[in-house]
Every structure is written in C-alpha cells, then in structure tokens.
C-alpha cells in the first residue's frame, strides 16, 4: 500500500513538472487586456510608500501608480486594474501563469530574473540599495567603526549575503542576529536586540519614522548593495514589453519637460516644444506605433501625475517615509534617471 | 447501681460546628489546589510571579495609556497602545474591500446563520424539522447575499476580506470536512480495493504536504491546466483545498474512533440483520463519533486558524488587512496592536468552540469506558 500512495505521489510530481514547462505563452498581451477591459497588476501585498491601503481600502502606492498610469496608457482609464497581491514567493509564478499581465512589487533586475526566469524588465522606477540603521549612541559615523556590533538581518534573503560580503571584505567583524521577518527585526532592533538593522534604504527611512525618538537612530551613509527596482513583464511578447516601456519612460520624461497631472490636458493642445507635442500626440504618430491611441501619454500622466509628483506623493519629503530622490533624481538633477527621447 | 456502665452519653445532640477554617471556602481551596505540596507551592508562586510582571504592565499599554482616537499614528503621543486606527478602519477588519453601501449583506448572512446552525447545534429547538430545511437552504441564501445578482448588486469574490473571509472559509471548510472525513474514514476500512486506496493515497498524499503548498497550487499550477476561459473562483479554490486538507486529518481522527469501537459491535449490528450503511449510521457512527469529538473539535479549530493563510494566494484575511495596514505611512509600526486585535477574535470564536465541544462530551457522556 505503501508503494501504490509513493507512486501516486509520482504521478502527481511528474504531471505538475511537465505543465511547468509547458506553461502557455502568452502572445498578444496587449489585445488581452483590451478585451477583458482590466489590466491585471502584480503588487506587493503591503509595503510602506510602494503599496498599501488607504482608509477607504483602496491600494495605494508608489509601485500601484505605475499600473495606474499603465492602465491609463492602455484603457484610458486609470481605475481599471485589477490588483492582485503577491508574496515574494508567487510573484514569479503569477507572472509565468499568466495570472498577472505585470509585475511591479518592488522587484530587483537581476540577471538571473531577467535571463533564467524568463522575464522583461522594462526600467528601473526605483534605484534602492541595501543600507543600515543604528544607534546614535553608539558613536559610531560609518559602517567601517561598526566592528564587533551585533545586527539585525532577516533571513534568507539577499540582504543577509550582501552583509557578509562586505564584512569580510573590509575585514570587520560583526554578530549577526538572524530574524524572520522584516517587522520582526525592525521591533527586535526597537527592543535593543542588536545595534544595528539593515533592510533596504528605502524601508530604513520608514523604520524610523515609526521610532518614539527617530533623532536617537542614525541612517548610515554606505549603501552596500544595487538594488535597481522596476516593474517586469513576461518574455516573448515585445510588443506588450514596449507598451510597460515606455509607459514608464513617459512619467520620467513628463517630469523633465514639466508636464504634470494639472496641466497635462491644457499642454496636449498643442504647444511650442515639438517633443511635448510629440509625446502627448497632438504631433507625429508615436500612439500608433506602439498599437495605443493618440494621447495614450496624456492618460498615463493625468493618472497620478509625472514620476516626481508620484514620487513625492508616496516616498517624498512630506511624507512620513521623507526619502530624498538621490540616485532617482534627474540625471539632469544629480541623479541617474535618464529616459531615452520620445520620438 | 454498683455495675455502671462505662459509657458517657450526651442528653441532647452535639450542635454542628464550621468545618476547619483551612478546609472551607476560598482559603481551603487555595490549600487544595495551589499549595497541596512543596512542588505546587513552588509553581503556583512561580505563575503568580509571571502573571505580576506580564499582565500589569500590558493593561498598562493596553487599556490605561491606550489612546482611542486620532487622526494617524502622528496623533497618538503617549506611551501606551494606539487605537486610533479603529474607527476608520474596523470596516476593514470585518468586511475587507467589500462595498461599504453593502456590508449589510454580510451582516444579514451572519444573522441568519444562527437559525441555520441551532437545530443541529441546539436540542429542543422548536420546529426543528424545518429548521433544518432551512439549514439546507442556507449555503445558496448566503452565497446569493455575499456575491449577489438576481437583483442585488454584484460583487466580486476577491473584495471579500478581514473577518467575513475567514468565516466564510473556516465555516464552509468545517461544515464540509466533517462528512468527507468520515467518507474518507470509511473508504480506508473499505473491503473495496478501488475505495480503500483511493482513500489512502488521497489522506497520505494531502496529508503529507503542507497547506500552503496546496494553495500555492490551486492558485498557480490549477489554471495551466485548465483552459484560459475557465477562471476558478479565488475564494472557491480556497474553500476546496482547506477542505481537502482538513478532511484527510478528519478521516484519520474519525478512524481512530472507529477503532476503538469493539469489534462485539459490529457483530451485534450484523447479527441484527442490519446492512453496512444502516450498522454504520446507527451503531458504529454515533459511538465513534462520539469518541473522536476532541480531535473533531481540535480539527476545526487548526482548520479556522489555517484561514490565515489565504494571503498567500491574494486574499485578504483579517490577517491580511492588519499587515496591508500597517504598511500605510499613517500607521506604520503599529504591528503589536493590530495584531491583539486579530487575536481577540480568533480567540473568541475558538474558545466558543472548545467550550461548545466539551459541553457537548458532557451531555453525550454515557459513562462507557
């Protein structure tokens, strides 16, 4: 009997490894968000400024207002996503399933993701890195005088090796203490656990925010890792690649020509500058091209506003995460956002 | 007179007196139960201890510096608990993103799952004939209430969140759970080859994985399968999977009631002339079942608390809503509360189980040991 339930277990294994491979490709994404008339969204099942629900449970966020913009772009209507949440764990295999159409969950381009996975990633809407946080009390103004402190780390991810590469690599010691969750190590850093805790730059700012006195804990200045995040779409259909694309690049454009959710309707009239009136199509044939209509730019910007004014709205300085735009300024600004011209 | 007896007699009867101080009322029970000896003498000082430094300073931060309004996290100043998330956000924790304008729907269901529960639950509830026509009929009320059409508007499934998830999931898995286990059970005593390995290969193989792979895989690999025009509902595949898993403990729970019934009875059952379903449903059944109601019970109250895991897949569950919450910028880090909160009505609805269960062993107790 023992033998019949193994090998039924055999069975099952080697059904679910074959429609693994198998798994359908999904070719004409962009007609089939069309005639469902819903984009479907990946986002991440909450995470402080890049998604979370507002009073009235309606999701928000950083990475949501690219779907918006994206659905504004494709339906002309912002509204028409459906939000499917997902962990860290199934976001990969929503997308291959073809459950979602894209991904933005706050996702690092690797080249792994990008190659082994099967996937596209169309930008980077957010350039990350894995920092620290510590104790101004402990005297300490780099990571370098760091040496012998215990820090917070969660487990299994890649924030924990990038820890020990640097250490070892600038012959620090240090004591880790591993924790299981982000939350987790942020309350065990709270009850003076460790000396320190690392995650993500940008959840750091949000960690302390949530401190009783957030003057007593100081952000460290290295950044020890790249962590290039943007939304990603499945391989092998260009067309809907382009669409998520350039979706992105027109809210980093938007910004740089001063085009915002205000005033965008008054400037897609027309005006002087040739590439406002390309992007926004009241010149050239740049909708056709990607198989949107006309003013597929005008939908996407009037969605949520330009990359900065998304960017302050969620992660800015008036919001209780305060991030600076740093590395995601302008590259005319300072920083490294660059979109390719729009013609 | 010379040969008195030597006894000493009282006139009148000795007037009864209070037992010993020690003995009585609360200071005899604290001498019975907490300091019978050294060992618990040690414990009960060793709990009270533990109580005094864990309980004092929880209601503390709690309920005394506990904050129950504001605006946002900024609004709550003190020391203690905020709570200021309540009021905006309870609407949540009960109903997820159903409609506000139609919560009332899930209201109405919940109201009408006490008639539909008291003839099975309850003796001696009048009518009970056809009250249990209308438990029948209530699965098909509260689905038509929850999801709507035939006039009412429609909601999707995937807006049903918080607290009216988890029931609606915990209650559909463990009215389902119980007559599947028990088939199951059965199957695997069948003399039926096809039937008794089916049902051991189904309760090895579910039994074996965890659940949240099995929801992982109705979620992801389930719709390769299919055909692209079959969607499967999300809530749907939830309840199915919960109640696959469910049952394969069930029927092993169950089984071992079954075993423990003496083989007498099944002799005395055949002996009666009695069919195998009729021996089942009237001999065995009832007294297995009646065995087998703590680890029914325990069960159900893993299968409730399983409800949790539905985030996996998407769904947003009381325990969901309290993450997705304390994401948002005006209430970040205020993990501690929410989750007191969440664990308040888990416990609650547990509890009631538990306590349901153990007056039900005491009512069904025919001292047959």
Partial sequence: MKIKALSGIAAVASVLAISGVTAPAH???????????????????????????????NWTGFDVAYCRALAGAVLGDPNKVKWVNLTGKNRFPALTSGEIDVLSRNTTWTLSRDVDLGFTFVGVNYY??????????????????????????QTGTTTQLNLADFFRVNGISYEPVPIETNEEARKAYEAERCDAYTTDASGLAA???????????????????????????????????????????????????????ANVEELAKGTDNPEINRMLGSEGSLGEMLGLSKDWAVHAIKAEGNYSEIFERYLGKNTSLALDRGLNALWSDGGILYAPPMR | MTHEPFHRTHDDMLSERPAPLATVGVLGWMRANLFSSLANTALTILAIYLLWISVPPFLQWAIFDGQLYGEDRFSCTGDGACWAWLDQRIGQFLYGFYPSEETWRIDLALVLLFPALAPWLMENVPGKRYMRWFSVAYP????????????????????????SLNLVVGLSGIVLSLP???????????????????????????????????????????????????????????????????SAYMAEVIRGGLQAIPKGQYEAAQAMGLGYWQSMRLIILPQALKISIPGIVNTFIGLFKDTTLVIVIGLFDILG?????????????????????????????????????????????????
């Fill in chain 1, 128 to 153: 990350d890195g894995q920092g620290f946080i510590g104790r101004t009390a402990l005297g300490a103004k780099s990571l370098k005088e760091l040496d012998g402190a215990s820090i917070c780390i």
């Fill in chain 1, 27 to 57: 070719a004409a994404t962009l007609d089939d968000v069309r005639a469902a008339g819903e984009l479907k969204c990946g986002i991440n099942t909450g995470l402080p400024g890049f998604a979370f629900t507002d009073d009235k449970g």
């Fill in chain 1, 207 to 261: 960690t302390r925010s949530t401190f009783p006195d957030p003057k007593a804990h100081m952000i460290f200045p290295e950044i020890i890792s790249k962590e290039p995040l943007g939304p990603l779409v499945r391989q092998g259909d260009d067309e809907w690649a382009d669409v998520a694309r350039w979706t992105l690049n027109a809210l980093i454009n938007a910004e740089e020509f001063g085009i915002t959710a």
């Fill in chain 2, 180 to 246: 599947v286990g028990i088939l199951l059970a059965l199957g695997r005593q069948s003399r039926l080859p096809l039937i008794r390995w089916f049902s051991v290969i189904f309760i090895e193989v579910v039994r074996g994985v965890p659940l949240i792979t099995l929801l992982f895989v109705s979620n992801i690999i389930l719709p390769i399968f299919l055909p692209a025009d079959v969607a499967l509902n999300s809530v749907v595949r939830v309840i199915v999977m919960i109640t696959a898993f469910a």
């Fill in chain 2, 140 to 163: 098909f009320i509260a689905t038509f209430l929850l999801v709507g059409g035939f006039g009412l508007t429609e909601v999707s499934t995937d807006d049903l969140g918080g607290f």
């Fill in chain 2, 321 to 369: 809503i309290a993450r997705a919450m304390v994401s948002n910028p005006d209430w970040l880090g205020l993990s501690s509360e929410t989750y007191v909160f969440v664990s308040l009505f888990f416990f609650v609805v547990c509890y009631a189980m538990s306590r349901y269960s153990m007056s039900l062993e005491r009512k069904l107790d025919t001292d047959q040991r």
